[in-house]
């Protein structure tokens, strides 16, 4: 009698460890997962930020030319060169 109580116990106990074990993977897995979406996300920005880091980059290589400067002062701030006259059309 005593050595069916002793298997039983012990079958009990590997199907506890088994159920144990199968819940820890389970929760790791999705744990895997979750980091991999979050991965996947953030190597997203990073490839958002390297395109804006190149489009600015270049912004700024223009504007160590002169010809970026001028183009600048025409666009942003409205100046002309010297001797050019400005034309206003009004009737709009």
């Known amino acids: 009698m005593r050595f069916k109580r002793s ?7 590997i199907l506890v460890l088994v159920v144990y ?8 897995q999705s744990q895997v997962t979750e ?3 979050q991965a ?5 920005t990073i490839d958002a930020t390297e395109q804006e ?7 700024i290589n223009a504007l160590g030319t002169d010809e970026g400067v001028e183009a600048v002062a025409r666009q942003k701030l409205g100046l002309v ?12």
Not at 53 to 59: F, G, H, I, K, P
Not at 81 to 92: C, L, Q, R
């Open 7 to 13: 298997s039983l116990l012990t079958k009990l106990l």
């Open 53 to 59: 880091n190149l489009r600015l980059q270049q912004a």
């Open 35 to 37: 980091k991999e979406a």
């Open 21 to 28: 074990a199968t819940v820890t993977l389970v929760s790791l």
């Open 81 to 92: 060169a010297k001797g050019e006259i400005i034309f206003y059309d009004v009737g709009n």
């Open 40 to 44: 996947e996300a953030l190597q997203s």
